[in-house]
């Protein structure tokens, strides 16, 4: 099992620009999250799907939109970027609908907003 | 959630136990403790959770004091490649949300 993968690892946008981070696990997991996690700093929520079909925000929703493809897969877009989303982005997944417990997390994408 | 209060950082040598501590006095009845780690640029890994018996499983061992104000992460013979960030994490089991991770304790594992 790969677990929880990311894509892209690293990502360069200039201000303005959109793109989307792809994520997915082959856990059969319920819910999956997206934290941002800036330098000497905790993880925060972006948003996370307790089930397929369900999205919520979660702690820093603002200038992110999500989407819940299926159960494998939970995507994170950036509509417009800006230099203040600079981070490392993480998606985790875990086993129960809502819960929290034992969260996988995937290696991370490092972006970038110039 | 109940906060917990860790040391910033600690050392260890190759081989020997590492016991991390983490206290958590507003803790409350349906409060489970968990503890994640995180290495270098890599996203959180989940270690071990308990709710008042010591716990103990492949990576660790979690003992929490009867009174349930602190609890000790111990890894029985650390190598290099546990020097990480250790979070200590206070959550009602079964909870929605995030996670709330504070700033952890690093730990440094010498050779």
């Known amino acids: 099992n790969a677990g929880v993968t990311q894509t892209p690892k690293f990502q360069v946008l200039k201000t303005g620009q959109s793109m989307t981070l792809q994520c997915a696990q082959d856990?059969?997991?319920?819910?999956m999250y997206w934290y941002r996690q800036d330098p000497g700093m905790g993880l925060r929520l972006i948003y996370y799907s307790a089930s397929e079909g369900t999205t919520d925000k979660g702690e820093v929703p603002n200038g992110y939109n999500v989407s819940r493809l299926n159960k494998r897969e939970f995507s994170l877009r950036l509509e417009s970027a800006a230099p203040s989303q600079t981070s490392v982005y993480f998606c985790?997944?875990?086993?129960?609908?809502?819960?929290?417990?034992?969260?996988?997390f995937g290696p991370g994408t490092r972006l970038t907003v110039l | 959630d109940a906060k917990t209060t860790q040391p910033p950082s600690m050392d260890c040598a190759e081989g020997r136990a590492a016991n991390l501590p983490c206290n958590h006095s507003t803790i409350s009845g349906n409060e489970y403790v968990y503890w994640y780690r995180q290495i270098h640029s890599q996203g959180p890994q989940y270690i071990i959770h308990g709710l008042k018996n010591n716990e103990t499983n492949e990576m660790a061992s979690l003992i929490i004091t009867e009174d349930r104000k602190s609890s000790t992460l111990i890894l029985p013979h650390a190598t290099l490649r546990d020097t990480a960030v250790y979070y200590c994490i206070v959550r009602v089991y079964g909870s929605q949300g995030n996670l709330i991770f504070g700033k952890g304790t690093k730990l440094s594992v010498k050779p």
């Open positions: 856990m059969n997991h319920n819910s």
């Open positions: 985790a997944s875990s086993s129960q609908a809502g819960w929290v417990n034992e969260q996988f």
